[in-house]
């Protein structure tokens, strides 16, 4: 089974150059978590079940500790079911189209959920749900927490790390192997590319994405491309690359546990994750119940206080004494930007196409 949180499964390097174990696949048996109130009765007044879909790891673990095992607790009559893996948009698209809908709530990034999109979405009911609390929410999907992509490195063998990605795009000052998420989402991907290559911190936006890639053409052979968030962290922990564009929730986990890993806050990207409900989801109405627990004022900071993501929610407010606190991505100094999620939304498949064009070449 695939890794799920600290101190689990670490893939081989062989496994995760194969790709085999994130990004599309459904990666091993759904975890049941518990069985069986009125929140999740379906239809006929029988106890329903909730599959939600996350992106694994570190992130998964916490939601499930945050959201779901409270959840249960108070309505014991819902089961929630996890799948574990980067959430596939592809795969969205092919269970809606398919009438094979097996996702009932999804964590999805700012690069899903508008436009055209929405057409394989559920309209939430925003009667019970804060749909557009945060930024980027709507109809169709609601913000649940807020993440930052950064550059990490190992402290072993980067005692002094780039604190521009000019820096690091830099083979002479910096030698080595360098890791990429390998989606064309808002990860980091083009705009670090974009900022090595001189375009100003407020400029990113439209993409110049000729010239980002003309700027990845310099450092292809030092590119190793990872399945998911948490396969691009585990490269850096176990030491095949010194450097990598990683999520800062990932990193701090992994180095809670005594990675020798270390982010540099500056140049940094600000994106948010959503929570949406596939169109023709067999437990609609339970996963909308699901869904306004988690992203209430109420409960939506209960994840910040164990996992270092800031809210979806602008009046959830986490606890100033919970460990993660100062490392919750805001107030760091340094420059940083925030993902146009509307651009990513907008323009997901162009960006998809060209990169796996460019990685063909």
């Known amino acids: 089974m695939r890794d799920h949180g600290r101190g689990g499964y670490r893939p081989t390097r062989r496994q995760l150059l194969r790709g085999g174990l994130g990004g599309a696949a459904l990666l091993g048996a759904p975890q049941l978590l518990a069985a069986c109130g009125d929140p999740g009765k379906g239809a006929g007044g029988k106890a329903a079940r909730v599959t939600f879909a996350s992106n694994g790891g570190a992130l998964q673990k916490a939601q499930e500790k945050a959201y779901l095992t409270p959840y249960m607790k108070a309505n014991p009559q819902v089961k929630i079911v996890q799948d574990v893996g980067s959430t596939d948009y592809a795969r969205i698209e092919a269970m809606v189209k398919s009438?094979?809908?097996?996702?009932?709530?999804?964590?999805?990034?700012?690069?899903?959920?508008?436009?055209?999109?929405?057409?394989?979405?559920?309209?939430?009911?925003?009667?019970?749900?804060?749909?557009?609390?945060?930024?980027?929410?709507?109809?169709?999907?609601?913000?649940?927490?807020?993440?930052?992509?950064?550059?990490?490195?190992?402290?072993d063998k980067t005692p002094n790390p780039p604190k521009t990605w000019a820096e690091w795009f830099d083979l002479d000052a910096y030698?080595?192997?360098?890791?990429?998420?390998?989606v064309s989402g808002p990860t980091g991907i083009y705009e670090s590319?974009?900022?090595?290559?001189?375009?100003?911190?407020?400029?990113?936006?439209?993409?110049?994405?000729?010239?980002?890639?003309?700027?990845?053409?310099?450092?292809?052979?030092?590119?190793?491309?990872?399945?998911?968030?948490?396969?691009?962290?585990?490269?850096?922990?176990?030491?095949?690359?010194?450097?990598?564009s990683v999520f800062s929730s990932q990193a701090h986990a992994l180095a809670q546990d005594g990675a020798k890993i270390g982010v540099v806050?500056?140049?940094?990207?600000?994106?948010?994750?959503?929570?949406?409900?596939?169109?023709?989801?067999?437990?609609?109405?339970?996963?909308?119940?699901?869904?306004?627990?988690?992203?209430?004022?109420?409960?939506?900071?209960?994840?910040?206080?164990?996992?270092?993501?800031?809210?979806?929610?602008?009046?959830?407010?986490?606890?100033?004494?919970?460990?993660?606190?100062?490392?919750?991505?805001?107030?760091?100094?340094?420059?940083?930007?925030?993902y146009d999620s509307r651009y990513y939304a907008d323009n997901q498949k162009m960006l998809a196409r060209r990169l796996n064009e460019w990685l063909k070449k």
């Not at 094979?100 to 899903?112: C, K």
């Not at 206080?305 to 809210?311: K, L, S």
């Open 193 to 244: 590319a974009l900022l090595a290559d001189g375009v100003p911190i407020d400029k990113l936006f439209p993409l110049d994405v000729d010239r980002a890639f003309r700027k990845l053409d310099t450092i292809r052979s030092s590119l190793i491309w990872a399945p998911s968030p948490t396969d691009t962290v585990r490269l850096l922990a176990d030491g095949e690359v010194t450097l990598a």
């Open 265 to 338: 806050w500056n140049e940094y990207g600000l994106g948010s994750d959503y929570l949406v409900i596939p169109k023709g989801a067999k437990n609609k109405d339970a996963a909308m119940k699901l869904a306004a627990y988690m992203t209430s004022a109420q409960n939506n900071a209960q994840l910040s206080n164990i996992y270092p993501v800031a809210p979806g929610h602008p009046n959830a407010k986490p606890d100033p004494s919970a460990p993660t606190y100062g490392f919750l991505p805001s107030g760091k100094g340094g420059t940083s930007f925030a």
């Open 99 to 155: 009438g094979n809908v097996t996702w009932d709530l999804v964590d999805v990034g700012g690069d899903f959920g508008t436009g055209e999109q929405e057409a394989l979405l559920e309209p939430l009911d925003c009667n019970l749900i804060a749909c557009t609390a945060g930024e980027g929410g709507s109809r169709y999907r609601v913000p649940l927490h807020r993440y930052a992509s950064v550059m990490g490195y190992r402290t």
């Open 175 to 182: 030698p080595g192997k360098r890791a990429f998420f390998r």
